[in-house]
């Protein structure tokens, strides 16, 4: 029986890819063989060392010691794009939202509850309502910082409203720019895209480049009354440089789902709760994902969709399974191989992939390994992590 620890409200259609039979899940496992988590954050959490891996349901990392685990041989899995729609369709409102007196406005003739009359409601109404006048999309620019599964989605989305869109992405990958429409137009630097845009939306990780990346600097690039909408991370704005560029006008309004005591002070913050990839479609998405790569991590070896470890997958064979990590240097492959052709074991199958520091190899073999063999293969200097599955 396999054990999964839960953190988070995580789907039940995800949850239901664990067979009963085969796997015991839920949040009080002591000695999990894996993690399935939210937003939980584990920077402070001690993890026993039964934990082979972690399964984010959701893009963003950054609440998992992502570098720790890596040491520890802990493969971290992500589920990549499974909640961009959702994001994306949150962009669309917040672009909305900044763009018309919407949410004052609300505000407004909730603050009129205690009229009742019909008439005076009325009249109280429609005096109030030029206050909440605002602009159209179309024709305005949008800048897309991060064009991956999100920034992509978003970018295409606006340029159906009539939005002129540039991007900015140092990291494009070749599968993000195939997602994206040619008529988004490249900028070669973060400032360029702050200086042309009416409204500038984040889609990055929060990582070493780009926390605190919207700081004094960048608002002084920035065209002046832009919009700023953050759905990305907290950790991206300098959270002072984001209320003085409010109060001097240099932006518009900021629109985040991740408010903090000070920015809820200020009338031209819109915020709501960590609610981008709220909707059932996209956490069902993201459990399904993330269970089935864990499954098919325990059960295979399999590694698909992992933030540390490289992609390695093999049909299985009729053979035995043999799974190891290693740092990458050479001959650690040749000799594990060199140990099974002493033992006159014949291989199958192969693969192995290196990323970074880390190479992970699956051997199919036509005899059960014995658990002396296991042993031989952790044995062998730079290995460190040794399974049969
Ligand atoms: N509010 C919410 O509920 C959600 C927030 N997110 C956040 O959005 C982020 C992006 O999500 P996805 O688009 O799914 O991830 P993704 O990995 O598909 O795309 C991220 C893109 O950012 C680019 N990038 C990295 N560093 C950059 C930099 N310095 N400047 C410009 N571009 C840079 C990468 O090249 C990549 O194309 C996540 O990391 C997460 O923090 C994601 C989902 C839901
Ligand atoms: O699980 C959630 O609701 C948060 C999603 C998120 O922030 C992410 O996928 O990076």
């Not at 990590?325 to 199958?348: E, S, Y």
């Not at 190899?361 to 063999?373: F, K």
Request: glycine share 6%; aromatic share 6%; hydrophobic share 45%.
């Amino acid at each position: 029986m396999k054990t999964i620890r839960t953190y988070n409200n995580i789907a039940s259609k995800g949850l239901n890819q664990f067979l009963k039979d085969s796997y015991r899940v839920s949040a009080d496992e002591a000695e999990p063989d894996a993690i399935l988590l939210r937003s939980q954050k584990l920077h402070e959490e001690k993890l026993p060392k039964s934990v082979l891996a972690v399964a984010r349901a959701g893009a963003g990392v950054n609440n998992i010691p992502v570098n720790d685990y890596t040491r520890q041989g802990i493969v971290v899995f992500n589920t990549p794009g499974a909640n961009a729609n959702a994001v994306k369709e949150l962009v669309l409102a917040s672009l909305l939202l900044g763009s018309r007196g919407i949410s004052q406005s609300m505000q407004y003739v909730n603050s009129l509850a205690d009229v009742t009359d019909a008439h005076e409601l009325h009249k109280k109404v429609e005096a109030g309502k030029k206050a909440y006048g605002g602009g159209e999309l179309e024709g305005k620019t949008l800048g897309v910082v991060g064009l991956g599964a999100i920034g992509a989605k978003v970018a295409n989305l606006a340029l159906s409203l009539g939005m002129n869109v540039i991007g900015y992405d140092p990291k494009l990958s070749v599968e993000a720019a195939w997602r994206l429409s040619s008529d988004v137009v490249k900028a070669d630097n973060l400032n360029a895209l702050l200086s042309r845009s009416d409204y500038v939306t984040l889609h990055v990780p929060a990582v070493e480049a780009t926390i605190g990346f919207i700081n004094n600097e960048a608002f002084s690039a920035l065209k002046q009354g832009a919009k700023l909408i953050n759905l990305a991370r907290g950790e991206l704005v300098d959270e002072d440089a984001v209320l003085s560029a409010l109060d001097t006008g240099k932006l518009s309004y900021y629109i985040a789902d991740f408010p903090t005591p000070k920015l809820i002070e200020h009338e031209r913050a819109i915020l709501f709760p960590h609610l981008g990839a709220s909707t059932v479609e996209a956490e069902e998405n993201c459990a399904i994902m993330a269970a089935k790569q864990l499954i098919d991590f325990l059960e295979n070896g399999n590694i698909v969709n992992s933030v540390n470890f490289p992609t390695v997958s093999m049909e299985r064979t009729t053979g035995y399974r043999i799974t190891f990590a290693n740092d990458n240097v050479p001959k650690v492959l040749g000799i594990v191989i060199n140990l099974l052709a002493d033992l006159n074991i014949n291989v199958i199958d192969i693969v192995n992939k290196s990323r970074d520091d880390i190479a992970y190899n699956i051997i199919d073999i036509e005899q059960r390994p014995t658990a002396e063999l296991l042993q031989q293969i952790a044995n062998v200097e730079h290995v460190f992590q040794v399974r049969c599955v």
